[in-house]
């Protein structure tokens, strides 16, 4: 297996966090939401051991967030899925993809989900670590490869 299911307690330690990413896709179950599509909003913390990059200024030693932000909103954008949870996945995935990325949150939010109901949001979060023996996640491309 390739990625930890638990959430880990990392409420400190150096992270990247990048909120509010836009991208419009397809996913979902009913045929309307695969027709239609729908906008969706990302949310990724990435956890990175930022000191080297930081103490020679070196930008190769931590995880470049503008090809991040390309890679989440690619994988987003890509064939559709029915669950925002595979979304979740894949997303982490990706980001787990970069060298330097330790441990993901993803939040992928739903605004435009069909529900009867009022409501300001539907959400999934999840959370993924790597692992020493890393394997590829969930048909998730390379850093740097077309998402």
């Known amino acids: 297996m390739a990625e930890q299911h638990a959430p880990l307690d990392r409420r400190g330690g150096d992270r990247i966090a990048l909120t509010g990413l836009r991208a419009f896709a397809h996913h979902g179950v009913f045929d309307f939401e ?3 599509g729908q906008p969706f909003v990302i949310d990724v913390t990435v956890w990175v051991d ?3 990059a930081a103490s020679g200024d070196e930008l190769a030693r ?8 390309n890679a989440v909103v690619g994988a ?3 064939d559709p899925v029915d669950l925002i949870e595979t979304v979740a996945e894949r ?3 990706v980001a787990l993809g970069f060298e330097a990325v330790d441990e993901v949150e993803v939040t992928v939010h739903k605004p435009q989900a069909p529900i009867e109901v ?3 949001d539907v959400a999934v979060t999840i959370v993924r670590r790597r692992r020493a023996e890393h394997a590829s996640l969930v048909d998730a491309p390379a850093a740097g490869d077309p998402a």
Do not use: I, K, N, S
């Open 34 to 36: 695969r027709a239609e």
């Open 91 to 93: 997303v982490a995935g």
């Open 76 to 78: 987003v954008e890509r």
């Open 50 to 52: 930022l000191a080297a």
């Open 118 to 120: 009022p409501f300001d």
């Open 62 to 69: 931590t995880v470049h967030y503008g090809e991040l932000a």
